[in-house]
């Protein structure tokens, strides 16, 4: 059997994953049901976590939970991996111990080097170039709240960072628009933008990005591991604030998503999170719902 990871979006076809969006809103029916459904048990996730993470972590453990099995939270600074045992030794260890892992951690060639080695399949929980999971969820919610997002516009608002690389990937997989606003100097891989080809426009001017968007999403200006530039970037994303006033110039029905953690006062005005076009909670809990279908499509 081919063992399937997923370390970006696009190890999924439009197919799959427009089949994992639904069922992760069947899942999220059955849990509302209290259905017990438990196609994983006695199946365990190692999950290791070189970043901090509450989302992440809880939706896994949870799902993991709910599904029958259980999950182990392994951290560098109480595994041999933190003393400098071999990430292609880890995860052979680890393939003959537990069913799946997942991992977060900085460098993304890291965990495409313990896919490579790994006989069970490895997931991307957030490194600095992507963050798959969020997006499976942040789809999920477009979907569930407003319908396809096949033909909308899309608009992220700040860093070119991981979770816009997973935008970008997400854009070319469910054929949508994406536009981008940036301050220069900070845009997402070029790699990535000549990939999407014309459905990705990258603006230096958030008014202008965010006009007619059906769905806008921001994140923090300092992604985890840029903390000592988090003076400069605040200075440089200052006019990249998402604000009731910039969702204005949005579509009426437009919806307003953030991964979080979110920093009230930077990328998003006080208000913004308690404002009717945020969805940021159903988003937050939907990690748990369509990290299931995945678990679900990757171990049965
Ligand atoms: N959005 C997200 O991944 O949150 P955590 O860092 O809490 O896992
Ligand atoms: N871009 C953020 C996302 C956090 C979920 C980070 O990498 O820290």
Not at 31 to 40: A, V
Not at 43 to 72: D, H, Y
Not at 130 to 135: D, G, K, Y
Not at 145 to 173: F, P, T
Request: aromatic letters at 8%; charged letters at 25%.
């Amino acid at each position: 059997m081919n063992i399937r990871h997923f370390l970006t979006l696009k190890d999924l076809s439009p197919q799959e994953l427009k089949q994992l969006i639904a069922r992760a809103q069947e899942l999220k029916a059955m849990h509302r049901r209290r259905e017990i459904y438990e196609p994983l048990k006695n199946r365990v996730l190692g999950m290791i976590f070189e970043k901090s993470s509450t989302r992440t972590r809880v939706s896994f453990e949870a799902g993991m939970i709910q599904f029958g099995g259980g999950a182990i939270f392994l951290s560098p600074r109480d595994t041999q991996l933190g003393r400098g045992e071999p990430i292609e030794d880890t995860s052979r260890v680890l393939s003959g111990m537990v069913d799946a892992v997942m991992i977060r951690t900085f460098d993304h060639a890291a965990v495409e080097r313990f896919a490579e080695y790994s006989s069970i399949p490895v997931i991307n929980g957030l490194t600095d170039d992507h963050h798959p999971c969020q997006l499976l969820a942040d789809m999920q919610t477009y979907a569930e709240l407003r319908g396809d997002i096949q033909g909308k516009i899309a608009c992220w608002v700040g860093d070119g960072n991981n979770m816009c690389h997973s935008y970008i990937e997400a854009a070319e997989l469910l054929d949508f628009t994406l536009h981008i606003a940036c301050p220069e100097g900070y845009e997402p891989s070029a790699e990535l933008l000549a990939q999407a080809g014309d459905r990705v426009k990258v603006f230096y001017d958030a008014k202008a990005a965010v006009a007619g968007s059906h769905l806008v999403s921001t994140d923090v200006w300092a992604s985890m591991g840029q903390e000592e530039e988090a003076r400069q970037r605040k200075a440089a994303f200052a006019a990249f604030q998402v604000t009731p006033a910039l969702m204005d110039l949005a579509d009426k029905d437009a919806l307003f998503l953030h991964c979080l953690p979110a920093h009230r006062g930077e990328e998003i005005s006080e208000d913004m999170i308690d404002d009717p076009r945020a969805d940021v909670f159903v988003q937050a809990a939907n990690r748990l719902h369509a990290q299931k279908a995945l678990l679900e499509f990757l171990l049965t």
